[in-house]
């Protein structure tokens, strides 16, 4: 079964995040990955045009009921028709999760992933969030490039 990797981010991204997604994107179809997004703009619009340069499969769980305004590049898209609660299934399908910029929709699905607690969450760029002491919490791994966030997931050696 090949490997699934969820990448959130938001639909309104910054060009150095719209740049790392489909950085990560492209990396992760050539590792033979399965790209998880919401399917629509921003980082899930980008994440999804790298895989497909290089030959990737990207699935889209959609929010709406329908596939209206749903990415091109997809190769999948379920329409859910539940709203942001597609956030948990975009995290539940994932092996990893990478988390690429920052939104509170992008939040939601970061801390969705760390209280799933048993699938690697990997951080690059966006939000830091801190505990009430000012320190970084514990669990999520950040990631200063695309490289580095899938050598932060665990899930590859040798790359």
């Given at each position: 079964m090949a490997i699934q990797?969820?990448?959130?981010?938001?639909?309104d991204c910054t060009s150095e995040d719209e740049?790392?997604?489909?950085?990560?994107?492209?990396?992760?179809?050539?590792?033979?990955?399965?790209?998880?997004?919401?399917g629509y703009?921003?980082?899930?619009?980008?994440?999804?045009?790298?895989?497909?340069?290089?030959?990737?499969?990207v699935v889209?769980?959609?929010?709406?009921?329908?596939?209206e305004n749903a990415n091109p590049d997809l190769s999948i898209v379920i329409?859910?028709?539940?709203?942001e609660a597609r956030n948990n299934i975009i995290v539940n399908s994932g092996d990893a999760v990478i988390v690429i910029g920052g939104s509170w929709g992008?939040?939601?699905?970061?801390?969705?992933?760390?209280?799933r607690g048993r699938t690697p969450v990997v951080q690059l760029g966006g939000w830091r969030l801190l505990d009430?002491?000012?320190?970084?919490?514990?669990?999520v791994r950040h990631a200063s490039s695309p490289e580095e966030a899938l050598t932060a997931t665990g899930l590859w050696s040798g790359h």
């Open positions: 990797v969820a990448v959130c981010g938001p639909r740049s790392n997604a489909r950085e990560v994107g492209r990396l992760l179809a050539e590792r033979g990955a399965v790209v998880i997004c919401g703009t921003g980082v899930m619009a980008a994440v999804a045009a790298g895989a497909r340069s290089a030959g990737g499969t889209g769980i959609l929010s709406r009921a329908d596939r329409p859910t028709g539940v709203g992008t939040l939601s699905e970061l801390a969705l992933a760390m209280r009430e002491e000012g320190h970084p919490l514990a669990g």
